[in-house]
């Protein structure tokens, strides 16, 4: 990657060791998100990608590294410090449920409420404002069971960026749409990021789509980045594992097995329970 300027640069990893137990999640990983970007952050399930997002919002503490945002180093920070940072940054996990008892308006409004003293006809303006920025204002009245799934993710899209996020962090925001919903969603996070001046990093497993809309693009494998780039450069790299990884190749040196003994071993163990 080429040497960016201070400035330009909102998230900086350096040597960042993460292990869960015995398990190397990452081993030595460096990486730099630039300010107003969709950097996608992609690779085989289970290689440390969510662990990533919780290390970047302090939720989780390396073993050793360094993680910078905007400027603030995340690991010296106090709780009332990760507190503030955290404000500045939305989140849109594949779990972020709506709340089911308030209505679209008021999952909105809920950030607000909790983070703000705005006056009820700001609030409006501001709910109003994120509702429409993701199509849905005349929605507002439904209840989270009157949704389909591809509105309800874009209800907590229009949550996660109530706040005015500097930056915004999704972590498989795509699962289980069907195409044009899922078309729709990639789209949008594009245009929000680009609309708000925004920094977006987006995990997700559907590769085409999200190398589409991104800027750069990062590949985990095993700790490791094995690859990084623009779409057109990751689409050059030849290189096996890449390219099993970005077409999908059910076979190849990205392991489908998560770290066991070997398979003969096991069952030769009768007196083992597990
Ligand atoms: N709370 C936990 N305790 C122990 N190990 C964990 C915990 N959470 C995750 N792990 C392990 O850390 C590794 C990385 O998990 P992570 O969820 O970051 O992977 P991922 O790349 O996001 O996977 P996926 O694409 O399947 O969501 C996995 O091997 C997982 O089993």
Same mark, same amino acid.
């Given at each position: 990657m080429s040497v960016e300027s /201070?400035? /330009?640069?909102l998230v900086r990893i350096r040597g960042l060791h993460f292990r869960r137990g015995p398990r190397?999640?990452? +081993? +030595?990983l460096s990486l730099d998100i630039l300010r107003g970007s969709v950097t996608a952050v992609m690779g085989p399930s289970g290689t440390g990608k969510t662990t990533l997002l919780k290390l970047i919002t302090g939720q989780l503490r390396p073993d050793a590294g360094s993680i910078e945002v905007d400027g603030e180093d995340v690991l010296r920070l106090d709780k009332a410090g990760l507190y503030r940072l955290r404000r500045r940054m939305g989140m849109l996990f594949q779990?972020?449920?709506?709340?089911? +008892?308030?209505d679209v308006f008021e999952n909105v409004a809920y950030p607000l409420r909790e983070h703000t003293d705005l006056n009820e006809s700001m609030l409006r303006k501001l709910v109003l404002l994120k509702l429409e920025a993701v199509g849905l204002r005349g929605a507002? /009245?439904?209840?989270?069971?009157?949704?389909s799934g591809g509105m309800a993710r874009r209800v907590a899209l229009a949550r996660a960026i109530a706040l005015d996020p500097m930056m915004i962090l999704y972590d498989e925001?795509?699962?289980?749409?069907d195409p044009i919903s899922l078309g729709m969603l990639v789209s949008l996070v594009r245009q929000l990021n680009d609309a708000a001046g925004m920094t977006s990093i987006l995990v997700s497993h559907d590769v085409q789509e999200t190398a589409s809309i991104a800027d750069y693009l990062y590949i985990l494998s095993q700790g490791r980045i094995i690859a990084q780039g623009t779409r057109e450069q990751i689409e050059g790299d030849d290189s096996e594992p890449v390219r099993q990884f970005m077409d999908g190749l059910? /076979?190849?040196?990205?392991?489908?097995?998560?770290?066991?003994?070997?398979l003969d071993e096991d069952l030769r163990s009768p007196g083992r329970r597990r």
């Amino acid at each position: 990657m080429s040497v960016e300027s /201070d400035r /330009d640069v909102l998230v900086r990893i350096r040597g960042l060791h993460f292990r869960r137990g015995p398990r190397v999640i990452f +081993d +030595d990983l460096s990486l730099d998100i630039l300010r107003g970007s969709v950097t996608a952050v992609m690779g085989p399930s289970g290689t440390g990608k969510t662990t990533l997002l919780k290390l970047i919002t302090g939720q989780l503490r390396p073993d050793a590294g360094s993680i910078e945002v905007d400027g603030e180093d995340v690991l010296r920070l106090d709780k009332a410090g990760l507190y503030r940072l955290r404000r500045r940054m939305g989140m849109l996990f594949q779990s972020g449920a709506l709340l089911t +008892d308030l209505d679209v308006f008021e999952n909105v409004a809920y950030p607000l409420r909790e983070h703000t003293d705005l006056n009820e006809s700001m609030l409006r303006k501001l709910v109003l404002l994120k509702l429409e920025a993701v199509g849905l204002r005349g929605a507002r /009245d439904l209840m989270p069971s009157q949704l389909s799934g591809g509105m309800a993710r874009r209800v907590a899209l229009a949550r996660a960026i109530a706040l005015d996020p500097m930056m915004i962090l999704y972590d498989e925001p795509f699962t289980g749409q069907d195409p044009i919903s899922l078309g729709m969603l990639v789209s949008l996070v594009r245009q929000l990021n680009d609309a708000a001046g925004m920094t977006s990093i987006l995990v997700s497993h559907d590769v085409q789509e999200t190398a589409s809309i991104a800027d750069y693009l990062y590949i985990l494998s095993q700790g490791r980045i094995i690859a990084q780039g623009t779409r057109e450069q990751i689409e050059g790299d030849d290189s096996e594992p890449v390219r099993q990884f970005m077409d999908g190749l059910p /076979d190849g040196p990205v392991h489908f097995h998560y770290p066991a003994s070997p398979l003969d071993e096991d069952l030769r163990s009768p007196g083992r329970r597990r």
